[in-house]
């Protein structure tokens, strides 16, 4: 039973281009997260999804960034024309559909963009 | 807001036990979440805590009181490998079933023979 999948686990742009980040929720999840952590610093979360739904992107910059969760395929976090202080990790996590909160969220190993 | 305190770093004996605090301020409160992250590895999560009180689980409890804003993790019979960033998360008000979590910045313990 595979675990969260993200890819790619490291990826290296030029200040301009963009970056695709792809995560494959665990099987039978539904609700995916998608948090960044800056050396130093804690996990910091941008943006929920549900399938075809964005749900709450209330920690997502306003600019260059957008994220989907299709019906079929993973979730993707796109980072258009970015700049050196996107050079971060990107953890994606997911949770299956529950009536409650349970807190346990499954996470990815993370993707480690770097902007040179 | 939401606001989570807790150390940067500690440093422990191996088979000897580490208390982990963790402070919070928010605006309302859903649970409280222990996860533990190895370097350049996914954050695996420990623990929850919603009602004051301790929660035991193996060789890690965590224990919450919710007037006083306040949590710790406890983590005895050290190992090695329990080197690791230790992460305290909020869960914040109104979320009904998400599991949006807000992170503390992590507490890193390096325990030594």
């Known amino acids: 039973n595979a675990g969260v999948m993200q890819n790619p686990r490291h990826l290296v742009r030029r200040r301009g281009q963009e970056a695709r980040l792809r995560c494959s929720p665990m099987?039978?999840?539904?609700?995916v997260y998608w948090y960044r952590q800056l050396p130093e610093e804690g996990l910091k979360f941008m943006v929920y999804?549900?399938?075809?739904?964005?749900?709450?992107e209330s920690g997502m910059p306003k600019e260059r960034f957008s994220a989907e969760f299709p019906k079929e395929g993973p979730s993707i976090l796109r980072i258009q024309q970015v700049v050196r202080g996107d050079s971060a990790a990107y953890f994606c996590?997911?949770?299956?559909?529950?009536?409650?909160?349970?807190?346990?969220?499954?996470f990815g190993e993370g993707s480690r963009l770097t902007v040179l | 807001g939401q606001n989570i305190d807790q150390p940067t770093e500690m440093t422990a004996t191996e088979g000897a036990i580490v208390q982990i605090n963790c402070t919070y301020q928010?605006?309302?409160?859903?649970?409280l979440f222990w996860y533990q992250q190895h370097a350049g590895e996914a954050p695996t999560f420990l623990s929850y805590?919603?009602?004051?009180g301790l929660e035991e689980k193996g060789r890690f409890s965590s224990f919450l009181s919710r007037s006083k804003g306040y949590s710790y993790l406890l983590l005895k019979e050290l190992q090695m490998k329990d080197s690791a960033s230790y992460l305290c998360a909020v869960s914040p008000p109104g979320g009904g079933a998400t599991n949006k979590l807000i992170f503390g910045t992590g507490t890193l313990l390096a325990v030594q023979p």
């Open positions: 996590a997911s949770s299956p559909v529950t009536g409650k909160l349970s807190g346990e969220l499954f």
């Open positions: 999804l549900q399938k075809e739904n964005i749900i709450d």
């Open positions: 805590n919603v009602l004051d």
């Open positions: 099987k039978g999840h539904s609700h």
């Open positions: 928010t605006s309302g409160f859903n649970g």
